[in-house]
């Protein structure tokens, strides 16, 4: 009898030991999932903050280089309009004051005529830079040829350019966009990247636009953070951004620079 005990005791032992080992292993597999749990919640917040930052960044870019703009505009107003304004102002007072000899007369409306062909010069310049008449009337193909003349005209830089292009591919505002981007990045190869030659090519297909721009500049250290966070750079990710595009660059010191970019055809 004591024998049978002894042995039933001893199985309730083990039944004992194996439900604590059981228990041990679903705390144990409870505190493995949680922590596991914990570090992909804690990945996909720092994700949605890196996310946020770089919105924010991107956000930022388009604040200051519209300041940038409205500067610019306004130091064009008051250098080419303002300034010639006031010559024709003064000119127009002397006309009235009156008690001029006639040849006196003929150099003031001389001067009034062309004041005033230089103020509309002028005014068209700033215009077009606003946006450009091409393109709101004959679209992006014709608007980027005529930007790549005018910098051959100039011989600040060499550009070729194949621009296969479907009319009215894009929106007009996704043209506007893109011109931008464009626009940068020749600025860009001229000012910064001391560039002789570029090339440019935009390829149309049913489901992508295919955009690319390579210079002979000197390039740049892609990991160096005066560049990784300069404005040129921002406002092009900004505007590739707004087109649901997506971008990649090569590029290194003294070895030009290379960008194309990807834009998904949604409808319209």
């Known amino acids: 009898m004591e024998e049978f005990f ?29 922590f596991s749990r914990k570090k992909i919640v804690e990945k996909e917040l720092e994700k949605k903050s890196l996310e946020l930052n770089h919105q924010k960044e991107m956000i930022k870019s388009i604040i200051v280089t519209q300041e940038d703009e409205r500067k610019r505009i306004a130091q064009d107003l008051h250098d080419d309009i303002s300034s010639k304004l006031n010559v024709i102002n003064l000119n127009a007072n002397l006309l009235k004051d009156g008690e001029l000899r006639p040849e006196e007369y003929s150099t003031i409306n001389d001067t009034i005529l062309e004041a005033t062909d230089k103020t509309l010069e002028s005014a068209r310049k700033i215009a077009h830079n606003l946006l450009p008449p ?18 051959n005209n100039s011989k ?3 550009i070729k350019y194949n ?6 591919y894009l929106t007009p505002q996704k043209e506007l966009h893109l011109f931008r981007i464009v626009q940068e990045l020749i ?3 001229v000012r910064h ?8 090519n935009i390829n149309c297909t049913p489901k992508n636009l295919l955009f690319s721009y390579a210079d002979d500049g000197c390039g740049f250290d892609v990991k160096s953070q005066n560049h990784q966070k300069g404005l040129g750079m921002k406002n092009i990710e900004s505007r590739v951004a707004i087109l649901k595009g997506n971008y990649a ?20």
């Not at 990247?193 to 440019?200: F, P, R």
């Not at 660059?249 to 319209?268: H, M, Q, R, W």
């Open 193 to 200: 990247g001391k560039a002789k030659n570029s090339i440019l």
């Open 134 to 151: 091409i393109l709101e009337k004959f679209g992006l193909k014709d608007a980027i040829e005529e930007l790549a003349d005018s910098f």
């Open 156 to 158: 600040k830089i060499n």
């Open 187 to 189: 600025n860009n190869s």
């Open 163 to 168: 621009l296969e292009y479907s009319k009215a």
């Open 6 to 34: 002894a042995k039933e005791n001893q199985v309730i032992t083990i039944v004992l030991i194996g439900v604590l080992l059981l228990l041990l292993m679903g705390v144990a597999l409870l505190l493995f999932f949680f």
């Open 249 to 268: 660059i090569e590029t290194a010191l003294n070895k030009g620079f290379k960008i194309k970019i990807t834009i998904v055809n949604s409808p319209k």
